[in-house]
């Protein structure tokens, strides 16, 4: 009878043992999980910054593309007044 009994005390510690262990994995998955959490929230963060950012380039684009295109209508006016101006000269 001491035999089991020492066979049961041996299997609560080694069960309390257990559970200490599942405790602390548990644990340790509820931080991993926070993390993880917080790793996608800044990437999800980081992907909406990184759109703002494209969009202010393709906006900076745009007005590079019209301010050009502005430019030339003044050279080519320019080129039209000179061209009138020498005309009026002669």
Known sequence: MNKKLAEIDGMNKTIGSLQE??????????????????AQENLRLSANQNQKLVQELNDYKNKIAANDQESNLLRQKMSKLISENKNLDD
């Open 21 to 38: 262990k599942i405790k602390k994995l548990v644990h340790e998955n509820t931080e991993i999980d926070s993390e993880v959490r917080n």
